[in-house]
């Protein structure tokens, strides 16, 4: 698939600038995407890339520039349900006592009528999530007694049974094992052919081919959006990198915090 031609694309940052205090987070960045497409969002620690993510979910105000989505500003979206996340796993507290049925549940909550209370059709989105991404035989364990792996999965139903049509997921295959991976490629793949739209944070350029549509290299601001093997050929990684990451491990590029 290729970057959507019509006139409002779904995901529509122009010009984006954040900076916080001093530093510059990023500066003048602009990505616009469509419907069913998945984009690989590429860049070392201190790039933009969570900068990004949390601009197009409302939760910073940009400096300059402007980010919409589906039309609205993204904040609107995010309260409508529109855009569903997944985190690193460093930013949760999985000692909470939250099972894994009841994190999944909460992908629902703004299809909730005005008695706030779950009906049939809630438990049954969330009965299928959890079968989607294999997790059913688990839904009653605390959260934070699954494998790093098995969270990942049970972020990934959450969105599912939130009905997105925006997901933005924040190193999903970092430290999972390849079944996992593998689980939410299909996924992935499985929504954005039906209509999701879908950006993706990964240090793993050698299975992104597989995986995207698009990707794009960012340092503060893009240096190039296209299809996978235009963007990632060695002197572009090497404008970015400062090395040939095609040439090391897929774990050796330092994470980016949020």
């Known amino acids: 698939m290729t970057e959507s031609t019509a006139q409002q694309p779904v995901i529509d940052v122009r010009d984006l600038s954040v900076r916080y205090g001093d530093t510059v987070a990023l500066d003048c960045a602009d990505l616009r995407l469509g419907t069913g497409t998945v984009c690989g969002l590429i860049g070392m620690n201190g790039s933009g890339k969570s900068t990004l993510f949390k601009a197009i979910m409302g939760m910073i ?4 520039g402007t980010v919409r989505v589906g039309g609205r500003p993204p904040a609107a979206a995010r309260r409508n349900g529109a855009i569903s996340y997944v985190p690193q796993s460093e ?5 909470f006592p939250i099972s894994v049925r009841e994190v999944v549940m909460t992908g629902r909550y703004g299809h909730l009528g005005p008695t ?15 079968e989607r991404v294999e997790l059913g035989e688990y839904q009653h364990r605390q959260i934070g007694r699954l494998s790093g792996g098995q969270r990942k999965r049970a972020f990934v139903a959450r969105g599912i049974a939130q009905q997105a049509s925006i997901l933005l997921l924040d190193e999903p295959f970092a430290g999972v094992d390849k079944r996992t991976e593998a689980t939410i490629s299909t996924l992935l793949r499985e929504l954005a052919d039906g209509g999701a739209t879908i950006l993706i944070s990964t240090h793993d350029l050698h299975a992104l081919p597989r995986l995207a549509d698009q990707a794009l290299l960012l340092m503060r601001r893009v240096l190039v959006h ?10 572009n990684l ?5 090395i040939d990451p095609l040439d090391a491990s897929p774990t050796a590029t330092p994470q980016e915090h949020p």
């Not at 105000?61 to 300059?64: C, I, N, T, V």
């Not at 090497?238 to 400062?242: E, N, S, T, V, W």
């Open 116 to 130: 706030r209370r779950l009906r049939r059709a809630d438990h049954a989105a969330v009965d299928e999530a959890l």
């Open 61 to 64: 105000s940009p400096d300059a």
């Open 226 to 235: 296209g299809t996978p093997d235009v963007v990632i050929t060695p002197d």
């Open 238 to 242: 090497i404008r970015a990198f400062g």
């Open 91 to 95: 930013d949760i507290d999985w000692s």
